[in-house]
């Protein structure tokens, strides 16, 4: 069974066709990067439309849908749905510009253009269940972040800025066979650390100070996502004591996690260690989120997240203290959920590392 007929399985049987036009999804049902392209799926076939741009290359590529050569796309869509009599018409509603949607309805009047959730939200549903070629990538993507953690070890010490470190890592990176960023690298020394998601300056790493760094890589369009915080020198007695504390309450909440937990009670598993330990108002973003083709992608760990986690989804689990004026700890690793635990896709060693 392919993607497309997985999506219509969990589509209403009403639905004829379903447009989906955001680069992010029309990548994940047809396995090509591009910049633009529309694909018109139906039950029983699906018509990627694509230009003189991308034609050859997804010629090559897309085995999932028809490759139609895109020239004047709403007369093409026009003339498919007239041959099909297609009466209805699903869009991704959570990514589709009004825009766009108001040209779709002034363009096929006789056609409903169906604008609810319904499309987006069964197209989440599948991505946040990945299959075992969707966990190899991002198995792959994280080997690549890994290296360049590695890597980075023997480049920070004192004098260095904290964007030398970011540009390193993203070297690193990019040579071990990272497509591109998961997201933009942050690199925090000293104080700097004690903002969750801050941006590298030419701030330099003194000696005694904590170095935060979380990065990430994509491979084959799927992303990798970690933190690790190391310090410069010896840390004090209170920044190890802060740094052992959120590492146990990561390590509390890895070994809960499976398959049936809800979002909010992973969440509060981190959390109530750090509550526990009197740093609860230190730890103010949630416990983790979904990665795959996108950074931040369904299910979450967050204490508003009350549906339970499925087998084979992907979530970070990252707990963090920060004392503003002082530093932070934050420690990312990210786990495949299983019916009886989970699997710990990050390999990088989390005992506190003094370079």
Known sequence: MNKFEML????????????ITSDINRRYFTGMKSSDGTIAAFRDKAYLFIDFRYIEKAGKIVKSAEVVEQKKLYAQLGELFRSRGVQNIAIESQSMTVSQMNVLKRLFKDIEIIDTDVLSNSINSMRMIKDAVELECIQKAQRIAELAFDGILGFIREGVT???IALELERLMMINGAEAMSFD???????????PHGVPSDKKVCRGEFVLMDFGAVYNGYHSD?????????????????????????????????AGIS?????HIARSVIEEAGYGEYFGHSLGHGVGMEIHEKPNASPNYKNPLNAGSVVTIEPGIYLAGKFGVRIEDFVILTENGCINMTKSAKNIISL
């Open 8 to 19: 219509f399985e969990r589509l209403p049987q009403n639905i004829e066709c379903a447009l």
């Open 263 to 267: 979002g909010q009670n992973l969440d």
């Open 185 to 195: 690298t942050i690199a925090l020394a000293g104080t700097n650390t004690s903002m």
């Open 226 to 258: 970690m933190t690790r915080t190391v310090c410069v020198g010896e840390p004090s007695e209170e920044m190890r004591s802060v740094y052992n504390i959120v590492l146990e309450a990561q390590n509390a909440a890895i070994n809960a996690a499976k």
């Open 162 to 164: 904290e964007r030398e």
